[in-house]
């Protein structure tokens, strides 16, 4: 039997990427971690190079992710994109891919430009050959729960019951746009900013099958219950998609479903990171009494 990853951490995240840039020819010398989240991001010093280190060995998501890039970038959707070498990458039990660097420094698209490139990403219609795999809301969410030591027994019963309504609700709701391509993860931070100053899209791993409405919630979200977003710049986003999400029926299922996988998220790094555990705790007194959310930060 094959023995269970350690949790991924930003030491084992770069043992794996040293193997992997071995194996490809490239030098992780100094690479900057950019990001540990549901994945490692390491930006490479030498050459103008991102690598991805995921949680798990599944190289099936990251050989779907692939593919996705390139048929975005035949139709003319602005997207990161891969090196052409063979990948993706197994080193350490991890899957590790390699991007093309949009830009030597970290910069973000605005929610305008955001609405207007997920109007053209949702008017696409998906190719035969490339398989979509119908959207969990949950996917994973309630077995991270109850293996995480970060949270307590307390908490861990808290969030799995919540995870349960709401996976609920989430059955039994009408949506009003069609259903077809989402990013999955669809905000700013996965909209970054390319050499030419023109934004790119990022992040391909969560793409699925399911409702539009699921892609423009996060942006609404971080308006209006986080203040992340000013009014101004959410109207500009849903001016540029060209629909309020704020005033659909579903709203509210949508963003509770995507407030507790941002705490479920959170709480992957809270073990070893003291601030991570200070704001998971914040967020989780909001969960559970509905006040605080202002009180939030983007973590």
């Not at 975005?72 to 070498?85: F, M, Q, S």
């Not at 390319?194 to 791993?205: C, E, I, M, N, S």
Request: hydrophobic letters at 40%.
């Amino acid at each position: 039997m094959t023995a269970a990853l350690a949790p991924l951490d930003h030491l084992n995240a770069r043992s794996a990427l040293a193997e992997a840039c071995l194996a490809v020819g490239l030098d992780p010398a100094g690479a900057e971690l950019v990001r540990l989240g549901e994945n490692a991001v390491f930006r490479l010093r030498r050459e103008p190079v991102i690598a991805r280190v995921a949680r798990s060995p599944a190289r099936r998501r990251a050989e779907r992710e692939i593919a996705i890039s390139r048929w975005l970038d035949a139709e003319g959707i602005p997207v990161i994109r891969t090196l052409e070498l063979p990948q993706p990458i197994l080193a350490q039990g991890r899957v590790v891919v390699f991007w093309k660097s949009a830009a030597d420094t970290t910069a973000y698209g605005n929610t305008a430009e955001l609405g207007e490139i997920l109007h053209r990403l949702h008017s696409l219609s998906l190719p035969a050959e490339l398989s979509m795999p119908p959207l969990d809301p949950v996917a994973g969410v309630r077995q991270r729960i109850t293996t995480l030591t970060s949270l307590s027994e307390n908490q861990q019963s808290f969030l799995d019951a919540r995870c349960a309504e709401l996976l609920s609700n989430y059955g039994a709701l009408a949506t009003e746009l069609p259903t077809g391509v989402i990013h999955g993860d669809a905000n700013v931070g996965n909209l970054v900013r390319g050499r030419d100053g023109h934004p790119v899209l990022a992040d391909l791993d969560g793409f699925a099958y399911g409702p539009r409405e699921w892609d423009l919630v996060l942006t609404a979200l971080y308006h209006e219950r986080y203040g992340w977003h000013t009014r101004k710049e959410y109207q500009q986003f849903a001016d540029a998609y060209g629909y309020d999400v704020l005033q659909a029926d579903c709203y509210r299922t949508l963003a509770d479903l995507r407030e507790l996988l941002m705490v479920a998220w959170l709480a992957q790094n809270a073990s070893h990171d003291p601030k991570a555990m200070q704001e998971l705790n914040k967020r989780l007194t909001t969960l559970r009494t509905g006040i605080g959310h202002r009180d939030w930060q983007p973590f």
